[in-house]
């Protein structure tokens, strides 16, 4: 009956972990190498699509600015391709074997689409963690009423997910202000 609870705190974890990955790919003012690693690029000659950080090093140079440096020197002009087509907005330039991608500031505007992305991808991870709940909960019941469960057993556990469930809710808040405070910084 405590797998239950266990049950419920690691999915939980696991919601926390991905929006926190989730949110490194979402831009701010300055440079992150989470920001382009997650970019699929076509390379040798469209036969197979790989993540930038399969393909190179990336490597942050100042706030504004990344290095990226392809394993393969025959990549350099598939990646500059797929960063410039990628949706966020960033220019490249190819200095030698490498490729220098620069960060220009956010405007206010796009500060704000940012900000209802952050807020979405939370709404969207705090319905996980709900449905998380809602399926410890249903579980306790079959125990409860498969007569497994005690019924003082029974009020504890789900106390015990209602504390759980108001802790994963705080932190998921806290990821969420922290963001927004990233992409609001000037």
């Not at 699929?40 to 393909?55: D, F, N, R, W």
């Not at 939370?122 to 469960?149: C, G, S, V």
């Amino acid at each position: 009956m405590d797998s239950i609870l266990e049950q419920f705190k690691l999915s939980a974890e696991k919601t926390l972990i991905y929006l926190k990955e989730d949110f490194k790919s979402i831009r701010t003012g300055k440079s992150n190498p989470a920001l382009v690693e997650n970019i699929l690029v076509e390379t040798y000659a469209g036969q197979s699509k790989l993540k930038l950080l399969e393909l190179a090093t990336t490597a942050t140079e100042g706030a504004t600015a990344l290095l990226i440096t392809p394993f393969d020197p025959s990549t350099l002009v598939d990646i500059e391709r797929a960063i410039l087509k990628s949706s966020l907005g960033l220019t490249t330039s190819v200095q030698g074997n490498q490729i220098k991608v620069i960060i220009p500031p956010l405007s206010q505007e796009q500060r704000e689409k940012l900000l209802k992305l952050v807020n979405q991808k939370t709404e969207e991870r705090k319905n996980f963690i709900r449905n998380y709940r809602d399926e410890a909960r249903k579980k306790i019941k079959q125990l409860y009423e498969a007569k497994n469960l005690t019924q003082d057993d029974k009020f504890r556990l789900e106390k015990e997910i209602d504390s759980e469930i108001q802790k994963y809710m705080e932190q998921l808040q806290q990821i969420r202000t922290n963001k927004e405070k990233e992409i609001m910084q000037i």
